[in-house]
């Protein structure tokens, strides 16, 4: 089964609006951290937003937020008054803390293109 | 600081060739990653190293691939007898320490292998 899924392969959304990017994880580890990663068309991986499961908060950075509902296992990205910047393709990640590893588990992405 | 480079940025060589990618990951990051990336697709995780620890290689897709780090820093990823499916962005990333949930990790430019 997939651990994380992201069911929107593309979206397109109009300057200054704003956009949720989905993301649902699968875990039976009550430890667990969850990351949005953006991927611009030069290829760079830059990282966004943190958001671990016993924090009590919705995580945020600047424009960036993060929809964590906990039991729903969904750890959607929000991002305010997009900008054309914003295009990128964006990748959810989980860690486990069973994972000894510490590895993080990808989602297939979903590539934003913000219209002007 | 320097972040994660990683050289060459771009490589196109022959089938059957073998190839070197290189990754300097950031200084006192004592986990690195390696991770293919098929166009417009998610990560996929090829191998770990932790310290001087044994390296997780259980992505490594097939046993052309190998890769080495040596002294806790530099790694080298080899790909013998390269094939066309081959091709892709190579992503290399560092992290500063594995036993922190909320550490994100560091990414370099990638290289993007071409196989003719």
């Known amino acids: 089964a997939q651990k994380i899924t992201q069911t929107q392969p593309g979206m397109f959304v109009q300057e200054k609006e704003a956009v949720t990017l989905d993301c649902t994880y699968d875990t039976s580890d009550p430890s667990y951290g969850l990351f949005w990663y953006k991927q611009p068309s030069s290829g760079e991986m830059i990282f966004l937003i943190y958001?671990?499961?016993?924090d009590q908060q919705n995580a945020t950075e600047g424009r960036y937020s993060l929809n964590f509902q906990k039991a729903r296992k969904s750890a959607n990205l929000v991002i305010s008054a997009s900008q054309l910047g914003d295009s990128a393709m964006y990748f959810c990640?989980?860690?486990?803390?069973?994972?000894?590893?510490?590895?993080?588990?990808w989602g297939a992405g979903t590539k934003l293109i913000i219209k002007p | 600081g320097a972040g994660v480079s990683q050289s060459p940025s771009n490589k196109v060589t022959e089938k059957g060739k073998d190839v070197e990618l290189r990754c300097d990951p950031i200084?006192?990051?004592?986990?690195l990653y390696w991770y293919r990336q098929s166009l417009g697709q998610g990560l996929e995780f090829l191998i770990y190293f932790q310290g001087n620890s044994a390296p997780d290689k259980s992505g490594l897709p097939s046993d052309r691939f190998s890769a080495e780090r040596t002294g806790g820093s530099v790694s080298t990823l080899t790909i013998q007898r390269t094939q066309q499916e081959d091709s892709a962005v190579y992503l290399c990333?560092?992290?500063?320490?594995?036993?922190?949930?909320?550490?994100?990790?560091?990414f370099g430019p990638g290289t993007r292998l071409t196989v003719l």
């Open positions: 990640a989980m860690r486990e803390a069973m994972d000894s590893n510490y590895q993080l588990i």
């Open positions: 990333a560092s992290s500063p320490d594995r036993r922190r949930m909320y550490n994100e990790q560091f």
């Open positions: 958001q671990g499961s016993y």
């Open positions: 200084s006192g990051h004592t986990a």
